[in-house]
């Protein structure tokens, strides 16, 4: 399997490990395969768990790749939490939540920043000089990036976050790692922490001397462990209830959704994908209009998709050129924090449950959903983070503390380390050269 940029599909094509080290394209694209391969969903009737349902589907895009020997491997650790699909007979018989957020930093991205981790780690184990992994977070990936990451052999990670700008619960993610992880509290907003990682990049000195490679959420490492968990979801529903579900997916950059639409596209039992974005609708109303017309960023309750200009918008263009086209597979919904807010509080008076404002989003556009379209089939709701990550907003609304899961009770216990520094590419250039 080769892969190309989203911007020239009949350009120049790579090597998964070259798109994985790359990031970006050159020519500003992101990798997509060059062509999709095409399951049956006989082709998993001897699989049952996520693992083992990854490992054969991801097998056809590592094929000819250095990584392909280690993909069992790689799927064991980066997959070794449980990812439940749990019935929720309090909001319809057929109606399931897929939980993401068992994972260490509890919440989807731990599956796609592992799988990532496990490639780089393998990429460069042998080489002379480490690689240096450079994010700028606003919370949750770098939390993620930085879990994966710690300990790993030739890897360090240099994680930049906005002072004053995390929950305490989203700094201790950032900061409570071992020597291979560097977290500097930037002085300055979340932009000027972007800013800096830009420029470390364009300053070719400093990227060649560090190595220094990207983890953001349009790495295409990322995204391949994502279709899994949408795919085994798929096969579970299917066996569980004879029926082919439509999912629905919280949405911000578009990563996680578009990951659903690809196991679609592969041939898993998927029969629409239904997206939930918050007050950031530049992809409802693409869908409305046919324009594509990306805004500014509103700031919302559910933080980790304040995006106004998704990136993955490219590469589900690439799969659908044509809007007619996916306006049959895919819709889209978006939801008010004052949807969230109402959301969150009556399903905890109505049933006990308690979400993430992330996942509030999906309730709402489900709760939305007409009598016919409920029946049409089953539904599989897409948890992407546990509501104890984002307590200072959930506890408020329902009025009691949320019980913290252990493995991020195991993380808030630990010792910070982190240095604070200037928006300036030239404290990040210390730090290295001190490492
Ligand atoms: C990142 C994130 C999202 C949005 O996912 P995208 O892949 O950016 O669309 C939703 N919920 C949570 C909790 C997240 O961390």
Redesign the pocket.
């Known amino acids: 399997m080769r892969y190309v940029s989203t911007r020239s599909l009949e350009g120049p094509r790579i090597s998964l490990s070259d798109a994985i080290l790359s990031g970006l394209a050159e020519d500003g694209g992101l990798y997509v395969p060059s062509k999709m391969p095409a399951f049956a969903v006989s082709d998993f009737e001897d699989r049952e768990s996520l693992t083992d349902v990854a490992v054969r589907l991801l097998t056809p895009f590592l094929a000819g790749d250095q990584l392909a020997p280690s993909l069992a491997a790689m799927c064991h650790e980066a997959l070794d939490f449980p990812v439940h699909l749990r019935p929720t007979p309090e909001l319809s018989a057929g109606t399931f939540m897929l939980e993401l957020?068992h994972g260490p930093t509890a919440?989807?991205?731990d599956v796609g920043a592992r799988f990532l981790a496990g490639c780089f780690e393998r990429m460069v184990a042998d080489d002379e000089r480490p690689l240096t992994v450079l994010v700028a977070t606003s919370?949750?990936?770098g939390g993620?990036v930085a879990a994966a990451l710690d300990g790993r052999a030739n890897v360090r990670v240099v994680v930049l976050y906005p002072e004053g700008m995390v929950s305490k619960r989203q700094e201790k993610q950032l900061t409570c790692w071992g020597a291979n992880v560097k977290a500097l509290r930037v002085r300055g907003p979340f932009d000027a922490c972007q800013k800096v990682v830009k420029a470390a990049f364009q300053d070719a000195d400093l990227r060649h001397r560090y190595r220094l490679t990207s983890a953001n959420?349009i790495n295409i490492g990322r995204l391949l462990p994502?279709v899994a968990y949408h795919a085994a979801a798929a096969l579970w529903c299917q066996r569980q209830t004879g029926a082919v579900p439509a999912f629905i997916?919280?949405?911000?950059?578009?990563?996680?959704?578009?990951?659903a639409i690809w196991a679609k596209a592969l041939g898993f039992p998927i029969r629409h994908v239904r997206l939930a974005t918050n007050a950031n609708r530049t992809i409802p109303d693409y869908l409305t209009t046919g324009e594509w017309s990306p805004s500014e960023t509103i700031p919302t309750l559910?933080s980790?998709?304040d995006?106004g200009d998704?990136s993955?918008m490219e590469r589900l263009r690439v799969l659908y050129p044509d809007v007619d086209a996916l306006r049959a597979d895919v819709s889209a919904d978006f939801v008010t924090d004052a949807d969230i807010r109402a959301r969150i509080r009556s399903d905890f008076e109505a049933s006990g449950d308690v979400w993430?404002?992330?996942?509030a989003t999906a309730r709402e556009v489900y709760a939305r959903l007409s009598v016919a379209e409920r029946e049409a089939g089953p539904w599989v709701l897409v948890a992407?983070?546990h509501p104890a990550?984002?307590e200072s907003i959930v506890e408020p609304l329902i009025g009691r503390d949320v019980p913290v899961p252990p493995a991020l009770e195991a993380i808030l216990e630990r010792p910070s380390r982190v240095t604070g520094v200037e928006a300036d590419v030239a404290a990040v250039g210390k730090v290295l050269a001190e490492w």
């Open positions: 957020f919440a989807f991205k919370g949750d990936t993620a959420s994502q997916v919280p949405t911000g950059n578009l990563g996680n959704a578009l990951a559910a980790a998709m995006v998704p993955n993430c404002p992330h996942t992407t983070a990550k984002f």
